[in-house]
């Protein structure tokens, strides 16, 4: 069964977060979700159905990894301070609900009903609410996606949306579509 110890070693980032009580709410959510889902193991969970770029978790490390470090480095150039928690526990959780979003069937990856019926994220935010992650947090894991009509009033949420983003895309051949749909 997923623990927090487990999830401490998959994301050492969490080791980071300042508020031991928050990063273990954050750490039910992923352990409950997973509980409720019939994924037999964590990292067979991928990034979206279609396999291709990677793993849940190894999507969900590098966002807490990049927003983290862009957190860093905003701070180190710019006179402001950054709440490194909020960043970290929201990268953590952006795409937590995909566990439930997700299922395996037949050893192929399927939307759920839930996955269909709801928005993304939404699963994921409901949770962190109920878990008791603040209200914060949840408005950045519910804003991340591109889905939702939410303004970022963080931001710390504009750094976890974009680096979340740019991680999405690492994989995509841009020559590729550039060939395939400007001709070039
Ligand atoms: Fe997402």
Redesign the pocket.
Known sequence: MLNHRELFSLFPLLCKVRNPELAEKACNVWIKLFGESNWQNLEDIPFSPDKQKGSLVDHTKATMDCAFRIAEDMTDIYPISLDSDRILISAFL??VS?IAEYSICDGDCVRTKAGRLYQ??FLGAHEALNEGIPPEIVSIIIG??PQSNVKMRFLEGVIVKHA?AAVAEAGTDYEKLMRDELNL
């Open positions: 952006h795409d995909k993304h994220a991340h996606t979340e």
